[in-house]
């Protein structure tokens, strides 16, 4: 397993491409980002042309973060993005072949 951790913020969509030697994307948790806002921030995600797939809602003082759990094998590339005024931190790790099956998730 490999760390993985991004910022996606408002307005400036990343994209991820799979990668053979890194493996799957799983995706364990979405936090929002600190700042004076206070109206709701959406995640969400394409996958190659399809229509966005909203993640979470992320809520000032009431619900900044959430345990996702998502994995991503895609041919196409992911595009995550945020609709909102807060960036939103995503983290999680890659899995390699079957370290899946060797390390079953526990949270």
Request: aromatic fraction near 12%; glycine fraction near 8%; proline fraction near 6%.
């Amino acid at each position: 397993m490999a760390f993985w951790g991004i910022e996606v913020k408002p307005g400036k969509p990343i994209t991820h491409k799979y990668d053979d030697l890194k493996g799957r994307l799983h995706i364990s948790m979405a936090t929002l980002a600190l700042g004076t806002a206070t109206d709701k921030s959406v995640l969400q995600c394409n996958v190659g042309n399809k229509s966005p797939v909203y993640l979470c809602a992320l809520y000032p003082v009431s619900a900044e973060s959430v345990q996702l759990n998502l994995e991503f094998e895609e041919a196409d590339d992911v595009i995550f993005s945020v609709l909102g005024p807060r960036s939103v931190f995503l983290t999680g790790y890659f899995l390699r072949g079957g370290e899946h099956d060797l390390y079953p998730l526990s949270f």
